[in-house]
């Protein structure tokens, strides 16, 4: 998918590809606006407990980093954003290192959050989860979420490649 082309790396989206990512980033910023909610498990994963034992230095600790970070995952979310081809058609994107680091975490936020909504642990075999959900019924929403995020997790590991390249 990505690709490196000196000092820029590019990528070709179809259409559905770019709806599919514009769904996800403004989730993820409506998620760090609108629906900001501390107990909130996606926010809990976001934002983790520095501190899990001691509830006094962790809001200390947040109340002097999380207005920042906030603002860098909603600008990060905004990266791809801004890339992607505007209105209804698929296109080329092509990101500068500064951009492709900013997608990078971002999509590592996008997946992070759908993981916690879809339960997927760090032993969760996505393949088999997938099988499951389309033997029970391929057309329910789950069946299109596990694909999404699977989906989210080969860009970014087209998007690290690249970098590495």
């Known amino acids: ?13 179809a259409v559905d590809e770019v709806r ?11 998620l760090l606006t609108d629906g900001f909610d501390h107990t909130d498990p996606v926010v809990g994963r976001l934002f983790p407990e520095v501190y899990p034992d ?10 002097y980093t999380e207005g920042d970070l906030k603002t860098a995952k909603i600008d990060q979310a905004g990266a791809i954003l801004a890339a992607l081809p505007d209105g209804e058609a698929g ?22 959050a759908m ?7 760090d032993g969760t075999d996505l393949g088999e989860e997938l099988d499951d ?5 391929p057309s329910s929403s789950r069946v299109f979420q596990l694909s999404v995020y699977a989906y989210l997790g080969y860009l970014q ?3 690290l490649n690249a970098l590495i390249d």
């Open 1 to 13: 998918m990505f690709r490196r082309y000196g000092d820029r790396y590019v990528a070709t989206f």
């Open 20 to 30: 599919v990512l514009r769904k996800v980033a403004s989730e993820v910023v409506g």
């Open 54 to 63: 001691d509830a006094a230095s962790t809001a200390e600790f947040r109340r």
């Open 91 to 112: 296109g080329e994107v092509r990101l500068d290192a500064e951009a492709a680091e900013a997608w990078l975490r971002a999509l590592n936020d996008a997946r992070l």
């Open 115 to 121: 993981g916690v909504r879809l339960e997927i642990k």
């Open 133 to 137: 959900a389309v033997a029970e019924d």
């Open 157 to 159: 590991e087209s998007l």
